[in-house]
């Protein structure tokens, strides 16, 4: 007899005859990246909307639960990140908000500058997926206590960049209806990076039992590593342009 992992329902096969998860749930390893891609980008419907309700009501217990076998329900993250990116770059570009207002403002005379600002905004997507690598990089490294590979670290941020496409497409609307003002984008700019920081160590504290002041610590140190590591990049993007 096989103990379910998702439901605890005892039974015999390849399936559990009560919720459909597999008899044998493999631990999260580079491979499973793959298949995420090739198999949920076809099956939107397929726990799509159960996973971000997810997202938005226990983000890091829910990300466990998937890590640990608990799959069945969810959609997978890659995919689910990939179409939330194609969704916010639609949008970005059907609504004409510039995310670079202010930037674009002080350096349009600067041609690297304008050559670098055109080629994140055209490769979103791919500029998530890599940045995505350097965070799991950094929170691999801060919390590699818990025994949590690279690979599980990759799902664990991917997720969370999930949960913060949900608001940065909600900040999408609210750009575009206020003002093109410099000082009011600015304002606005702001708050969505003190809510993607919140969004952030709520997935932590959920997702990693310990105390609360060291995981708000250790969520920094990881956030600070993972930005100036993607500082160094763009610098000598910027400088090879």
Not at 178 to 203: S, T
Not at 211 to 237: D, G, H, N, P
């Amino acid at each position: 007899m096989i103990i379910c992992k998702n439901c605890h329902q005892r039974f015999q096969g390849n399936y559990c005859n009560r919720c459909g998860q597999k008899a044998t749930v493999k631990r999260i390893h580079r491979g499973f990246i793959f298949n995420d891609l090739q198999l949920g980008l076809f099956n939107i419907d397929s726990g799509f909307f159960y996973t971000a309700k997810e997202l938005f009501t226990r983000p890091g217990y829910a990300i466990k639960d998937y890590i640990v076998g608990k799959r069945v329900r969810y959609f997978m993250p890659v995919s689910m990140l990939l179409v939330l990116s194609t969704v916010y770059s639609f949008l970005y570009h059907y609504l004409d908000v510039d995310i670079f207002y202010q930037g674009t403002s002080v350096y349009s005379e600067n041609e690297k500058y304008m050559s670098l600002v055109k080629a994140l905004d055209g490769n979103y997507a791919y500029y998530t997926l890599v940045s995505l690598h350097i965070f799991s990089f950094s929170s691999w490294l801060l919390f590699k206590r818990f025994g949590y590979n690279f690979s599980e670290h990759f799902v664990l941020n991917t997720y969370a960049a999930c949960q913060r496409l949900f608001f940065h497409t909600i900040f999408l609307s609210i750009l575009y209806i206020a003002p093109e003002e410099q000082n009011k984008y600015i304002f606005i700019f702001r708050i969505q990076l003190i809510v993607d920081f919140l969004l952030f160590l709520w997935c932590f504290i959920q997702f990693f039992k310990m105390r609360t002041i060291t995981i708000i610590i250790k969520t920094c140190l990881s956030l600070i590593l993972s930005y100036f590591i993607l500082l160094i990049i763009i610098s000598f993007i910027y400088y090879v342009l």
